[in-house]
């Protein structure tokens, strides 16, 4: 028997729309109608020109309105954390190897203790080397430095004494705490489809998170998770697989085919902010509701 799938939305709060009474009502809003889960996204900064090819749409340009930035993403979990109960929330992702890994595993443990165990921690290597220059972060051999700063994280939440030693980061034997309320620790959800981004999900993760493949695409790459992760000596149960889309519509038939291939979660856009249509825009998300509680 396939489980019911869960759906969620993927939405990258964003100022001056994404206000505290907007997030107070949102949060309230999607545990009341069911939603399982809201994740969010990063990006520190944005360019009036990018060379870097954005790979959420077709064009590959990232358009963002004038005048308009996405909130903090540790910030903006703290704040839903602390007006929800029961909703998950996830990272949508954490650009891993432009942040200090020894602080990001501080800010998401700390927020997995105060939200009661809600966390998921979605992390990927990011597309845009304008950003990366940004912040001072290296832009050659992220991939790299990410599967070490997940070394380093898994250190910092799993070990009494934690400590590191890599090519790219050196951790002396530290004590970090809180530890995160999840046990062992906050589930880590791998995004991205190049073949390094599925080997790291296999070896580091306990999911992979996908974006704006069809059913048939995703039932592919999912073999392809399932050939890594038995090379890895590891299977496919327990390990959480998450769909997203930046598609103004997805077609209602693919809830049931996403559940069919092995997706346990698919994350509706819900780009539209504001308190003013705010209902009507989270109505417009029933209908995938109900499609999943038949799967």
Same mark, same amino acid.
């Given at each position: 028997?396939?489980?019911?799938?869960?759906?969620?939305?993927?939405?990258?709060?964003?100022?001056?729309?994404?206000?505290?009474?907007?997030?107070?009502?949102?949060?309230?809003?999607?545990?009341?109608?069911?939603? #399982?889960?809201?994740?969010?996204?990063?990006?520190?900064?944005?360019?009036?020109?990018?060379?870097?090819?954005?790979?959420?749409?077709?064009?590959?340009?990232?358009?963002?309105?004038?005048?308009?930035?996405? !909130?903090?993403?540790?910030?903006?979990?703290?704040?839903?954390?602390?007006?929800?109960?029961?909703?998950?929330?996830?990272?949508?992702?954490?650009?891993?190897?432009?942040?200090?890994?020894?602080?990001?595993?501080?800010?998401?443990?700390?927020?997995?203790?105060?939200?009661?165990?809600?966390?998921?921690?979605?992390?990927?290597?990011?597309?845009?080397?304008?950003?990366?220059?940004?912040?001072?972060?290296?832009?050659?051999?992220?991939?790299?430095?990410?599967?070490?700063?997940?070394?380093?994280?898994?250190?910092?939440?799993?070990?009494? !004494?934690?400590?590191?030693?890599?090519?790219?980061?050196?951790?002396?034997?530290?004590?970090?705490?809180?530890?995160?309320?999840?046990?062992?620790?906050?589930?880590?959800?791998?995004?991205?489809?190049?073949?390094?981004?599925?080997?790291?999900?296999?070896?580091?993760?306990?999911?992979?998170?996908?974006?704006?493949?069809?059913?048939?695409?995703? #039932?592919?790459?999912?073999?392809?998770?399932?050939?890594?992760?038995?090379?890895?000596?590891?299977?496919?149960?327990?390990?959480?697989?998450?769909?997203?889309?930046?598609?103004?519509? !997805?077609?209602?038939?693919?809830?049931?085919?996403?559940?069919?291939?092995?997706?346990?979660?698919? !994350?509706?856009?819900?780009?539209?902010?504001?308190?003013?249509?705010?209902?009507?825009?989270?109505?417009?998300?029933?209908?995938?509701?109900?499609?999943?509680?038949?799967?």
């Amino acid at each position: 028997m396939i489980n019911p799938m869960k759906i969620g939305l993927f939405t990258p709060l964003r100022s001056p729309v994404a206000t505290p009474e907007f997030l107070t009502q949102l949060g309230a809003e999607c545990e009341e109608r069911g939603i #399982a889960s809201l994740w969010l996204g990063e990006h520190v900064v944005t360019f009036p020109k990018y060379e870097s090819r954005y790979p959420g749409n077709p064009e590959g340009e990232f358009r963002f309105p004038q005048g308009s930035g996405l !909130l903090d993403m540790v910030a903006s979990i703290g704040f839903l954390a602390a007006c929800t109960r029961t909703i998950r929330l996830g990272t949508g992702i954490c650009i891993l190897p432009q942040n200090n890994p020894v602080y990001a595993a501080k800010e998401y443990a700390t927020l997995d203790f105060l939200s009661n165990g809600r966390l998921d921690f979605g992390v990927g290597v990011g597309w845009s080397w304008e950003e990366f220059e940004a912040v001072g972060a290296p832009w050659e051999r992220r991939g790299a430095r990410c599967d070490e700063y997940l070394q380093v994280i898994r250190s910092l939440w799993c070990d009494e !004494l934690s400590s590191f030693e890599g090519e790219f980061y050196t951790l002396p034997p530290c004590y970090a705490y809180p530890k995160p309320i999840q046990q062992p620790m906050v589930p880590i959800t791998v995004g991205g489809h190049s073949t390094a981004a599925l080997r790291r999900a296999a070896r580091y993760g306990h999911g992979w998170y996908g974006i704006n493949a069809d059913p048939d695409e995703t #039932a592919s790459i999912l073999a392809h998770i399932d050939r890594l992760l038995e090379a890895e000596g590891r299977t496919r149960d327990g390990f959480k697989i998450v769909m997203g889309t930046t598609a103004d519509a !997805l077609p209602m038939d693919w809830i049931d085919r996403y559940a069919e291939v092995g997706v346990d979660e698919v !994350l509706i856009p819900f780009l539209r902010q504001g308190t003013k249509h705010l209902e009507a825009n989270l109505d417009a998300v029933t209908p995938y509701l109900e499609a999943a509680r038949s799967t």
